[in-house]
Antibody, heavy 118, light 108 residues
Framework: EVQLVESGGGLVQPGGSLRLSCAAS????????MDWVRQAPGKGLEWVGR??????????EYAASVKGRFTISRDDSKNSLYLQMNSLKTEDTAVYYC?????????WGQGTLVTVSS | EIVMTQSPATLSVSPGERATLSCRAS??????LAWYQQKPGQAPRLLIY???TRATGIPARFSGSGSGTEFTLTISSLQSEDFAVYYC??????????FGQGTKLEIK
């Protein structure tokens, strides 16, 4: 069974940093592209960014709203995906989901809440 | 950026009736469109990909159609567990996936 479990969310002040993790199991993690998608409270879904697999040189892409502040990485030996978030803004407040990227998302984690507030 | 527009924002339908949800793309996305269902406090669940292919385990009452810029999700006979928010997503532009703003399907 495919499982994705996020962790690392919490309350952080504007300008602060936070690192989210996503632990994957039940599939060959190293074969897959992996993405982060977020959802602000009461709002819709927003793609944050993706990391490709080793075969595609682990290249990354980001939404314009987070480019230069967020960094996606992965550790295939640990079946883990990460999202390093720096220079956080109040508008980054959201539930952050990791998701397996087949172009569409066939599996999602349960999400972790990040609240940016003073 | 490809803008996805869903209509209506809210749809009120009685159990057992048919629901039809629409999604329009600002430019052609071919058949590179997915539909998701999200219930309160839960992650989205994939229903349809490739505009019309049901994901694993999705009941046959869910069907998708369309191509290019106009897409439809139809739920043929609404069950109580189908009342939720539905999102469409285009993945034709692989540099920037975009979602619609969602349609809330509520009990009439």
């Amino acid at each position: 069974e495919v499982q994705l479990v996020e962790s690392g969310g919490g309350l952080v002040q504007p300008g602060g940093s936070l690192r989210l993790s996503c632990a994957a199991s039940g599939f060959t993690f190293s074969d897959h592209y992996m993405d982060w998608v977020r959802q602000a409270p009461g709002k819709g879904l927003e793609w944050v960014g993706r990391t490709r697999n080793k075969a595609n040189s682990y290249t990354t892409e980001y939404a314009a709203s987070v480019k230069g502040r967020f960094t996606i990485s992965r550790d295939d030996s640990k079946n883990s995906l990460y999202l390093q978030m720096n220079s956080l803004k109040t508008e980054d407040t959201a539930v952050y989901y990791c998701a397996r990227d087949l172009s569409y998302y066939d599996h999602w984690g349960q999400g972790t809440l990040v609240t940016v507030s003073s | 950026e490809i803008v996805m527009t869903q209509s209506p924002a809210t749809l009120s339908v009685s159990p057992g009736e048919r629901a039809t949800l629409s999604c329009r793309a600002s430019q052609s996305v071919s058949s590179n469109l997915a539909w998701y269902q999200q219930k309160p406090g839960q992650a989205p669940r994939l229903l349809i990909y490739g505009a019309s292919t049901r994901a694993t385990g999705i009941p046959a009452r869910f069907s998708g159609s369309g191509s290019g810029t106009e897409f439809t999700l139809t739920i043929s006979s609404l069950q109580s567990e189908d009342f939720a928010v539905y999102y469409c997503q285009q993945y034709n532009n692989w540099l920037l996936y975009t979602f619609g703003q969602g349609t809330k399907l509520e009990i009439k």
